[in-house]
């Protein structure tokens, strides 16, 4: 299960450039459950697939992989749990993404 609590991802903080990628962004997905994420281009789907998939930190909030803050593993760690626990499957039109769910 993951589970994501506030999560909220901003980058270049505190600059003219700064963006906010997501903002307080509440999220469950149980074992074995499929989910789709989908949203026009810029509304934060690759940040928040980035989090899901532990590859970047969130600035804000948590993400827990079967009930683990994945925020206090190392490297190795989040690589295991990446290899063991998580799955993506990229670049299913809409359409066909909905007849699998």
């Known amino acids: 299960m993951i589970e994501i609590r506030g999560m909220g991802k ?4 505190g600059t003219e450039a700064e963006v906010v990628a997501l903002r307080d962004v509440d999220l469950r ?11 026009p281009s810029g509304s ?5 697939m980035n989090m899901i998939g532990c590859l ?3 600035t804000t909030g948590t993400c827990f992989c079967d ?3 994945v925020s206090r593993l190392d490297a190795e760690e ?7 626990k998580i799955g993506f499957v ?3 039109p809409p359409a066909a993404a909905a007849e699998r769910a």
């Open 10 to 13: 901003i980058y270049n903080a």
């Open 44 to 48: 934060g789907k690759s940040t928040l």
């Open 29 to 39: 997905v149980d074992a074995g459950e499929f989910l789709a994420i989908m949203g």
């Open 78 to 84: 989040l690589a295991d749990l990446r290899l063991h």
């Open 67 to 69: 009930g683990e803050d």
């Open 90 to 92: 990229l670049g299913l």
């Open 56 to 58: 970047d930190r969130p």
